[in-house]
């Protein structure tokens, strides 16, 4: 049979990159990780994961002979395929910054091969135009090598993983976008995808392949599009969020349950079930910025976008809804003990990129709570990034309810739906309150147990 294998090399061994470059490893590509944090590469090298990703050490085990971390880019100049993961955080004004991309992408340049066509995936969340501006980099770079004798075509080739299931995301996607005119470098890329969009490797027992599962579809277009697919798909799971949200104050005042609500309209197949969850709202990395640089880029052609402009600002309130209900609940917050169960912004991965714990935790602080913080797997990042907020750090659930007045729970970590919640009342002084940030507690068990049950529009 015919070895369909590339060569290919992933610049930015974070979320992204990392769960691309092994997961395209496991398929059969020989790939190089690259990344400038000597750190990340000297732990990878060792077969240790820098992020909390399930499955992630077990591919790096499983295609370890096909897998090598480096800091140098000398690996592109023989590269099939040269895929750039790097960041893209927001600036101070919304808008993306490309300063990652953009170094990346010149060094990229600095090591291109001769001959053969490579291709250059911008696989980075990128504003529209950011395949042209990429282009331009490599080619001023390559007329200062003393001419053009490289071969490349820029795609771009959005991410749609979720974290704490971006190796199941990855192997079993939806769909897979791929934009750019040249006809060769779109096909180079069908090939690197095609065991995924034939399913024809081995499913790795970390990550088995769900039953019936049904092809993923290949969308070819123009790059412009494909740059715009990202951040519309963004920003309609962000509106959907806010949607619900939005409807579950409403129900709050009428006396409505949202999770009736969203049940009875989820089940209409234009709508779907999904991302119908009311609560504290959405966080993470993308969110935010991403809907920011949309926001963004409407605002350099002039053109307004208020139902975004919705999105953001009901999600904003949804946090300082805990602050409230506290403040309805326990009527003088000052001086008060409280527990916040969950610090990653969701379950399963420890990321705490604009986290919701972070914000509640800053303002009860300001307001003069003690507050004491549990969660499975993140507490040694929020230690690192968060130093200046003096929270105390519990090893059990229980030993958080320890003396609070009110618990917070703030990310729906497994664990957290078997709450032992007789215990936790026991521990508990006062009104023994329980805010459900993310409603997936039965109010009456709750209740039963001796707390005062508050959620989300129910
Ligand atoms: N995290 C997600 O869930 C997700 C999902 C879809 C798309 N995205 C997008 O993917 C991109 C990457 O996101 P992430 O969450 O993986 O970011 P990350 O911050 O976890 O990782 C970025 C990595 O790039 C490295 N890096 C920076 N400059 C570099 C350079 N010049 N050369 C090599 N490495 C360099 C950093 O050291 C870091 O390890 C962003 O544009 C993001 O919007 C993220």
């Given at each position: 049979m015919e070895d369909r294998s590339l060569k290919i090399c992933v610049a930015g061994t974070g979320y992204v990159g990392l769960t691309t470059g092994v997961c395209l490893a496991a398929i059969g590509h020989k790939v190089t990780c690259i990344d400038i944090d000597a750190k990340k590469v000297e732990m990878l090298r060792q077969g240790k994961s820098p992020i909390y990703e399930p499955g992630i050490e077990d591919l790096l085990r499983l295609a370890a002979d096909r897998l090598t971390f480096t800091e140098?880019?000398?690996?592109?100049?023989?590269?099939?395929v040269i895929v750039l993961a790097v960041g893209t955080p927001s600036t101070a004004t919304g808008k993306a910054d490309l300063s990652y991309i953009e170094a990346a992408a010149a060094t990229v340049a600095e090591n291109l091969g001769e001959g053969k066509l490579q291709v250059v995936v911008n696989?980075?969340?990128?504003?529209?135009?950011t395949a042209q501006r990429v282009k331009l980099i490599i080619n001023q770079v390559l007329a200062g090598r003393g001419g053009p004798k490289s071969r490349f075509a820029i795609v771009s080739n959005p991410e749609f993983l979720r974290e704490g299931v971006a190796v199941h995301d990855t192997l079993y996607p939806d769909r897979i976008v791929v934009g750019g005119d040249d006809v060769e470098a779109v096909n180079i890329l069908r090939v690197m995808y095609t065991p995924i969009l034939e399913q024809t490797f081995t499913a790795p027992n970390c990550c088995p392949r769900p039953e019936g599962f049904p092809l993923p579809a290949l969308v070819t277009t123009d790059g412009t599009s494909a740059e715009m697919i990202k951040y519309a798909a963004n920003a309609f799971l962000a509106t959907k969020i806010s949607f619900i949200n939005e409807i579950s104050g409403l129900c709050e005042k009428v006396g409505a349950d949202v999770a009736e609500v969203a049940r009875g309209i989820g089940l209409d197949k234009r709508i779907g079930?999904?991302?119908l969850q009311a609560g504290l709202g959405w966080g993470g990395s993308c969110f935010r910025k991403d809907t920011a640089a949309l926001r963004s880029i409407g605002n350099e052609y002039g053109y307004a976008m208020p139902i975004l402009e919705g999105t953001v600002s009901i999600n904003g309130r949804q946090r300082m809804r805990v602050i409230e209900k506290l403040q309805e609940s326990l009527?003088?917050?000052?001086?008060r003990t409280v527990g916040i169960l969950?610090?990653?912004?969701?379950?399963?991965?420890d990321d705490l990129r604009d986290a919701p714990s972070v914000d509640i935790t800053q303002a009860l602080l300001e307001m003069g709570c003690r507050v004491k913080v549990y969660d499975p797997v993140a507490m040694d990042n929020f230690r690192e990034h968060y130093a200046g907020l003096a929270v105390e750090y519990c090893a059990t659930p229980l030993t958080l309810a320890e003396n609070c007045d009110a618990v917070v729970l703030v990310t729906e970590w497994d664990e957290f739906f078997r709450l032992p919640l007789g215990e936790i009342a026991s521990r508990m002084n006062g009104e023994k309150v329980l805010v459900d940030g993310r409603n997936i507690l039965k109010p009456s068990q709750v209740q039963t147990a001796g707390l005062k049950y508050i959620g989300f529009g129910r």
């Open positions: 140098s880019f000398a690996d592109c100049r023989s590269a099939d696989k980075s969340t990128v504003p529209i135009g079930p999904r991302f009527k003088v917050v000052r001086g969950g610090l990653a912004f969701k379950p399963n991965t």
